[in-house]
């Protein structure tokens, strides 16, 4: 019996395992109900050890019957804070203004499916695979870094993951070597002025001026102080200040997202950033508190096991397999990239006549099923390759 014959044999379990999980989704960091059912069904497909990194992550491996290389398979198990307003599925959240919004029920469910078609032949596998159930990718510092923290997967030889994606059509695989995500940062700022009345600015330090005016130079660090090859986004998505319209406030707050590509650039945009807050609240006489937050890095893939995956997955798929753009969301599977080599994926997953091309985060998101067999065709075959 082939292999694929033996994917397509699993199937029916994995939308089952999928549509269960999607009815009981839960927060970050809070996957109690998930990886004890998680574990649980590792425990009925049998041959495989079971163990808890975390309090709601589980690890299971699978030992093959040959000499081989260690590698991980990835995938994310949390949900989101969003009230699901689907009504076209019997399968919705029954946890009030909790949803699987992003797919990671997909990506559980599917690394389920490729755990039964792998235990089934384990004598004759190489290597071992270790099927890496992660919480709290939603979630910074996210689930990864603690998993990545316990020096379990130090001495993994490969690490790979991927993500069903809404906005890609079904029948689409994409991948590419180097960066596919961007370092993902946050930063707050307060800027303490003196308040007064609004015709009488002169005896006042004005936050709402000086807080415009840093936005302007922050724009300015993507435009004039970096080169124009690199990936920078700064976008500031809080500006809170002021309660009358003839008084001017004593305090504004600002915040917002910093993406970038590379420790050199997150480096100079975070010290040009603070360097601007700096000069601009000086000139007004202003105090400030600056804070930047450090979040997810970028998911680099390696690009020599890349391209054994990418050679691999055109073998399997033909011309579903396309050169996949960087994209500047952030994903903490940067912890597994940042310690071993690592390949990150997209699976196409969306379909416009099913309904199922909302974005991810959306109250009516949704992913067409049939893109799951290519996520579980890619999970087998990459460990068949990669083990070797």
């Given amino acids: 019996m082939s292999i694929n014959t033996t994917i397509e044999e699993v199937m029916p379990q994995v939308y089952e395992w999928r549509r269960t ?22 425990k009925k497909i049998g041959g495989i050890d079971i163990s808890r990194p975390t309090e709601t992550s589980v ?15 990835r995938a994310d198990i949390d949900g989101l804070p969003i009230q699901e307003e689907r009504d076209d599925l019997d399968f919705v959240s029954e946890n009030e203004g909790t949803m699987h919004a992003c ?6 469910s599917i690394l389920l499916g490729a755990a039964k078609v792998l235990a089934g032949q384990a004598e004759t596998l190489h290597g071992e695979i270790y099927l890496i159930f992660q919480h709290a990718e939603e979630d910074p510092p996210g689930g990864a870094r603690e998993m990545v923290e316990t020096g379990l997967f130090d001495d993994l030889d490969f690490i790979y993951g991927q993500h069903l994606f809404s906005t890609i059509p079904v029948g689409k695989i994409g991948m590419t070597t180097g960066p596919v995500t961007s370092n993902s940062d946050t930063f707050d700022l307060v800027i303490q002025g003196r308040g007064g009345h609004a015709s009488q600015p002169e005896n006042s330090i004005d936050p709402v001026v000086i807080g415009a005016q840093v936005i302007e130079k922050f724009q300015t660090i993507v435009s004039r102080m970096s ?18 319209t003839n008084i001017i ?13 590379n420790d050199q650039t997150r480096e100079l945009v975070k010290n040009k950033m603070e360097k601007a807050v700096q000069s601009v609240c000086a000139f007004y006489d202003a105090g400030y508190e600056f804070d930047f937050q450090y979040g997810y890095s970028a998911v680099v893939n390696d690009e020599e096991k890349t391209n054994r995956v990418i050679d691999m997955a055109q073998h399997v798929f033909g011309d579903k397999v396309f050169d996949f753009p960087l ?20 699976i196409g997953a969306g ?37 070797k």
Avoid: C
Avoid at 21 to 42: A, G, K, N, V
Avoid at 103 to 108: E, I, S, T, Y
């Fill in 21 to 42: 999980m999607h009815r009981h989704p839960e927060l970050s960091f809070q996957e109690y109900w998930t990886s004890s059912y998680i574990e649980d069904e590792l």
């Fill in 59 to 73: 690890l299971g491996i699978i030992k093959g019957g040959k000499p081989g290389k260690k590698i991980g398979l």
């Fill in 103 to 108: 797919g990671h029920d997909g990506h559980a």
């Fill in 227 to 244: 080169s124009p090859l690199d990936s920078i986004v700064i976008s500031t998505t809080k500006f809170q200040a002021g309660s009358a």
């Fill in 249 to 261: 406030p004593d305090k504004a707050r600002l915040g917002g997202s910093v993406r970038t590509i």
């Fill in 327 to 346: 994209a500047m969301g952030g994903e903490d599977f940067s912890a597994f990239s940042r310690l071993v080599p690592s390949t990150y994926a997209f």
């Fill in 351 to 387: 379909n416009a006549e099913k309904g199922f091309d909302y974005p991810h985060h959306h109250p009516l998101f949704g992913l067409d099923e049939d893109s799951f067999i290519d996520g579980v065709k890619m999970m087998v075959h990459v460990a068949l390759e990669m083990t």
